[in-house]
């Protein structure tokens, strides 16, 4: 699986950005896509994740109310909508692929293939 992220920018605070990771090799069909985003000195932390058959969905609480993560099985990509974006939503956005049990899905170490990354800066 080759995942490419997209969709990065700088917004201002209260903003939205949409960022997009697409498959180029393979279909999900038996994964869960999940973003996970690090920022300057911090740990790399879930963001929220999608399980391709199923549809269902997890968000971290910090994310709660303000982002959506959805799929789209024709285009083999995974969308990540942020809205309401404050400057603690600053990071650089990495979207992964794995087959993570429930109770390992927002664990980093479940995903085996990682896109390269798109910085999302929010100005106060």
């Known amino acids: 699986v080759q995942l490419q992220a997209s969709g990065g920018g700088l917004v201002q605070a209260g903003g939205s950005l949409r960022l997009s990771c697409v498959a180029t090799?393979?279909?999900?069909?038996?994964?869960?896509i999940s973003w996970f985003r690090q920022a300057p000195g911090k740990e790399r932390e879930f963001v929220a994740a999608v399980r391709w058959s199923s549809s269902t969905t997890y968000y971290a609480d910090s994310v709660k109310g303000r982002f959506a993560i959805s799929r789209d099985n024709a285009k083999k990509s995974v969308y990540l909508q942020m809205n309401s974006l404050k400057p603690e939503d600053t990071a650089v956005y990495y979207c992964?692929?794995?087959?993570?049990?429930?109770?390992?899905?927002?664990?980093?170490?479940?995903?085996?293939?990682w896109g390269q990354g798109t910085q999302v800066t929010v100005s106060s």
């Open positions: 992964a692929a794995g087959r993570p049990i429930a109770s390992t899905i927002t664990g980093g170490r479940s995903y085996g293939y």
């Open positions: 090799t393979r279909a999900f069909s038996d994964y869960a």
